[in-house]
């Protein structure tokens, strides 16, 4: 049981935090409500709700049709596209539960998410550069019984294969009446942790937690009806789901602006052509944006909210963005497993600059300990730990890290140093964990040791954080080549890598060969003394450092 139960069950729900629509429930409204109205837009593409409630309906049928029942899982790995929207709202209505995965993500990934998850369907975007993806897929539908099939979108399909552009496309068909098919307490989606202890684990979150989060992260957002969200980063993050993000934005019958562009400056075009009001950046992206903002001749006078979230905005950056691309900056800090922290629109400007906000509900309930366990004094750091109405409470299928990473009362360790305010805001300081954030994909120090060891030429490897001015953090991997072993290059590992199927954004960007790892006293790897020596190389490049 991943879910929050008993008592505090009870109080949410008779508060009236939790209720018994489904996520989707609010978005079939609008598709009458808005139905007018412009609900998505791809490229030159646009769905109005009226639309995409027969797009999701037709496709919610036609998942049926495939045998999917209310409760099995739906893995969808795709890029930005408006088949990605009628996928995730088609499940939905169907009592399906998405399991959301980054399109990064590669074999190692997704056989470990398609292993844990069970799902019965996996959809794969195959356009463009991506034809890797659909052969990984085509193993994996070989490796796992219950994968029945796959939705492709892009490229050729063979067999059973499905053409998702057809399954999303209505060609007149009138769907069938939706009845709900889920209860509050079912899982509505599947999240993905950071994989900060390892590969990712699995996060249930229900209807009635996700759904209490949403509505409340609207309000804090101002997602209004007539709001235009610009959706830049992968849909498959959290914060650009559901804080108020994709959902949110549908839930009051907004347009969501779906795009990928490569440079601020596209993104710009769309900001002046669709007169873009809201958008959710990584702080790499946004201080992207804010230099491309500064010699740009484009309209950028729509933006009203830009949330920052993903990894930590440093100090006095927010007033950078600010002046740089108008609007208010809203830094947004939480994660996978729930809590939610905003600074507000209408918060002192001390506030926003220095701080990641305060927690999304008074229900939110926070503790800061020290490494003991018991709760440091007012404003002092330590670790933050956390529970609410829409936090889990553990990961599925996974008791071990359930039990690491949860403590007996339901609160959740996050792993991260904060410092609390009087105003209850939040200044997240650094992680305890061993995980780097690179520009708001965290990567696991652990997963990336267990793989370069498997190369024959290495015998002991360490992962740590290099500080990067534009990613915040990037790989650094300290490694004692094999006796007898020549010494490793970048390349070579990088190469490796490649071949093990590992996300090409977890690949070391610096190597420094020693010989031998610092310890410390107790025999472990002294991470601390490793990172002293490697802060303060120049940018990173893709040639191998030496030291030892």
């Known amino acids: 049981m991943t879910g929050v139960t008993g008592e505090r069950a009870r109080r949410y729900r008779e508060s009236g935090l939790w209720n018994d629509e489904l996520v989707v429930t609010p978005i079939r409204r609008q598709f009458a409500e808005a139905a007018g109205r412009c609900a998505v837009v791809d490229g030159t593409r646009r769905i109005g709700y009226a639309e995409?409630?027969?797009?999701?309906?037709?496709?919610?049928?036609?998942?049926?049709?495939?045998?999917?029942?209310?409760g099995d899982r739906i893995a969808v790995a795709l890029t930005n596209c408006a088949e990605y929207v009628v996928l995730v709202l088609a499940a939905l209505e169907l009592g399906a539960a998405p399991v959301l995965i980054l399109p990064a993500f590669r074999e190692h990934e997704l056989d470990h998410v398609v292993a844990v998850t069970e799902p019965?369907?996996?959809?794969?975007?195959?356009?463009?550069?991506?034809?890797?993806?659909?052969?990984?897929?085509?193993?994996?539908?070989?490796?796992?019984?219950?994968?029945?099939?796959?939705?492709?979108?892009?490229?050729?399909?063979?067999?059973?294969?499905?053409?998702?552009?057809?399954?999303?496309?209505?060609?007149?068909?009138?769907?069938?009446?939706?009845?709900?098919?889920?209860?509050?307490?079912?899982?509505?989606?599947?999240?993905?942790?950071?994989?900060?202890?390892?590969?990712?684990?699995?996060?249930?979150?229900?209807?009635?937690?996700?759904?209490?989060?949403?509505?409340?992260?609207?309000?804090?957002?101002?997602?209004?009806?007539?709001?235009?969200?610009?959706v830049v980063m992968p849909a498959e993050h959290g914060f650009v789901m559901n804080c108020p993000g994709i959902l949110g934005a549908l839930s009051v019958g907004a347009t969501v602006v779906l795009s990928s562009p490569e440079s601020p400056s596209g993104a710009f075009e769309i900001i002046e052509r669709e007169r873009v009001t809201?958008?959710?950046?990584?702080?790499?992206?946004?201080?992207?944006?804010?230099?491309?903002?500064?010699?740009?001749?484009?309209?950028?006078?729509?933006?009203?909210?830009?949330?920052?979230?993903?990894?930590?905005?440093?100090?006095?950056?927010?007033?950078?963005?600010?002046?740089?691309?108008?609007?208010?900056?809203?830094?947004?800090?939480?994660?996978?497993e729930g809590l939610l922290c905003y600074t507000r629109l209408d918060d002192p400007d001390e506030v926003i600059r220095d701080t990641q906000g305060r927690p999304l509900l008074p229900e939110d309930e926070i503790r800061v300990v020290a490494a003991d366990g018991s709760d440091v004094e007012p404003g002092e750091e330590g670790e933050l730990l956390t529970r609410?109405?829409?936090?889990?409470?553990g990961y599925y299928a996974n008791p071990e890290a359930t039990a690491e990473a949860f403590t007996p009362d339901g609160f959740y360790r996050t792993g991260d140093l904060v410092r609390v305010d009087p105003g209850g805001n939040l200044a997240i300081l650094g992680r305890l964990r061993d995980v780097i954030n690179r520009g708001g994909e965290k990567i696991s120090a652990e997963e990336l040791e267990a793989m370069v060891l498997r190369h024959p030429s290495i015998a002991q490897a360490a992962g740590v954080a290099m500080p990067h001015a534009v990613h915040g953090e990037t790989v650094c991997l300290c490694v004692v080549p094999a006796?007898?072993?020549?010494?490793?290059?970048?390349?070579?590992?990088?190469?490796?890598?490649?071949?093990?199927?590992?996300?090409?954004y977890k690949f070391p960007e610096h190597l420094v060969v020693l010989d031998a790892l610092p310890?410390?006293?107790?025999?472990?790897?002294?991470?601390?003394?490793?990172?002293?020596?490697?802060?303060?190389?120049?940018?990173?490049?893709m040639l191998s450092g030496a030291r030892g």
């Open 278 to 336: 809201h958008s959710t950046l990584v702080p790499s992206v946004a201080l992207r944006w804010s230099a491309e903002a500064k010699r740009t001749s484009r309209d950028l006078s729509s933006l009203r909210v830009l949330l920052v979230g993903g990894s930590r905005l440093a100090p006095g950056t927010a007033d950078e963005l600010r002046t740089a691309l108008g609007g208010t900056v809203q830094q947004c800090y939480g994660m996978s």
């Open 52 to 70: 995409l409630g027969d797009a999701v309906g037709v496709a919610r049928d036609r998942l049926a049709g495939l045998g999917v029942r209310p």
């Open 120 to 230: 019965v369907l996996l959809a794969v975007d195959a356009t463009g550069r991506r034809t890797e993806a659909l052969t990984v897929a085509r193993r994996l539908r070989e490796r796992h019984a219950g994968l029945k099939n796959l939705l492709v979108r892009g490229g050729e399909t063979t067999g059973d294969e499905v053409d998702l552009a057809l399954l999303c496309e209505p060609g007149g068909e009138t769907p069938s009446e939706w009845k709900p098919a889920a209860a509050p307490s079912d899982p509505a989606v599947f999240l993905l942790s950071g994989g900060t202890t390892g590969l990712p684990k699995a996060i249930a979150r229900t209807h009635e937690g996700y759904g209490c989060m949403i509505r409340h992260a609207i309000t804090v957002n101002a997602m209004t009806r007539d709001a235009v969200n610009l």
């Open 519 to 541: 310890l410390t006293g107790t025999g472990k790897v002294d991470k601390a003394a490793l990172r002293r020596d490697v802060t303060g190389p120049p940018e990173p490049t």
């Open 388 to 393: 609410g109405p829409y936090t889990v409470a």
């Open 483 to 504: 006796a007898g072993a020549e010494r490793p290059g970048l390349r070579e590992v990088r190469k490796f890598l490649d071949g093990q199927g590992l996300a090409r």
